[in-house]
Nanobody, 113 residues
C-alpha cells in the first residue's frame, strides 16, 4: 500500500493550492479518504473527508474554502484549497481507511506574504 501526496508549497494569503494523493496497492476498497493537517506545536486535526458514497464533511475552519473530491479511475483524492489564510499553514496528510488506516508522508503548506 502506498499513498503519495503532492501539491504543497508556499502561497500568499488569499491564494489557492490543490493537493493530490495517489493511492495504490489496496486489496480492499477504501471506505473513506481523508485529509488531516498538523501545525507546529498543535495536534493533528481532521480537515475533510469523503466517504465511499461520495458524502463529504469538513472542519468548520475550512468550510466554504476547501473542497475534497476524488477520481476513482486514478485512485486519487484531491483537496482544493482556496482563500488560504496564514492559519492554514501546516503539514497536510492524506489518510485512507481500507480495513486499517493508511497515511501518506505529508506535504508542507505554508501561507505567508
Amino acid at each position: 500500500v502506498q499513498l503519495v501526496e503532492s501539491g504543497g508549497g508556499l502561497v500568499q494569503p488569499g491564494g489557492s493550492l490543490r493537493l493530490s494523493c495517489v493511492a495504490s496497492g489496496f486489496t480492499l476498497r477504501p471506505s473513506m479518504m481523508r485529509w488531516y493537517r498538523q501545525a507546529p506545536g498543535k495536534e493533528r486535526e481532521l480537515v475533510a473527508v469523503i466517504h465511499s458514497t461520495g458524502i463529504t464533511n469538513y472542519a468548520d475552519s475550512v468550510k466554504g474554502r476547501f473542497t475534497i473530491f476524488r477520481d476513482n479511475a486514478k485512485s486519487t483524492v484531491f483537496l482544493q484549497m482556496n482563500s488560504l489564510k496564514p492559519e492554514d499553514t501546516a503539514v497536510y496528510y492524506c489518510n485512507v481507511v481500507a480495513g486499517v488506516n493508511y497515511w501518506g508522508q505529508g506535504t508542507q503548506v505554508t501561507v505567508s506574504s
